[in-house]
């Protein structure tokens, strides 16, 4: 049992700690460091919880990455990606899907794809969720190589 980012040897307490809030085994200190995260941007669990699926599966994702308008949960730089965790997709309002399709255009202007997953679909889903993206990954890099 050792912290996924530091290597760290974790004590069944902590162990516990980590895996139940985020999924994952990690440290005091790496708690710490997302619990801060979470209150300071609003960081949903499941982009915390699809960041570490990523990152296992050898893609090197970004956490609350900043486009240069706003922060988004998930960037994969390489593929020019942004991954965006949608918590509040049933009260969602006109003015509300207007932004996030402005906020589309304004990442598609420049070069980056941007998907919209519901928090349900990671939260209940979170390997086919996580095979799905690893497709459209794949998908971006030959593309990425076309041009």
Not at 78 to 94: A, F, G, H, S
Not at 104 to 119: D, L, V
Request: charged share 25%; net charge neutral.
């Amino acid at each position: 049992m050792k912290c996924i980012e530091c290597k760290q040897s974790l004590n069944p307490e902590t162990h516990a700690w980590g895996t139940t809030l985020f999924g994952t085994e990690l440290c005091e200190k790496h708690i710490s460091r997302l619990e801060k995260l979470r209150s300071t941007n609003g960081t949903p669990i499941e982009a915390i919880k699809l960041y570490y699926a990523l990152k296992t599966s050898g893609v090197q994702p970004m956490l609350e990455w900043w486009d240069g308008k706003r922060f988004v949960h998930l960037a994969v730089s390489r593929v020019k990606l942004n991954i965006e965790i949608d918590t509040e997709y049933q009260m969602i309002t006109p003015e509300h899907a207007i932004t996030d399709l402005e906020d589309a255009m304004c990442s598609y202007r420049n070069g980056f794809t941007t998907i919209r997953i519901p928090h349900v679909l990671i939260k209940d889903n979170l390997n086919e969720t996580l095979t799905t993206i690893l497709g459209i990954i794949a998908e971006l890099k030959v593309k990425v190589k076309i041009i």
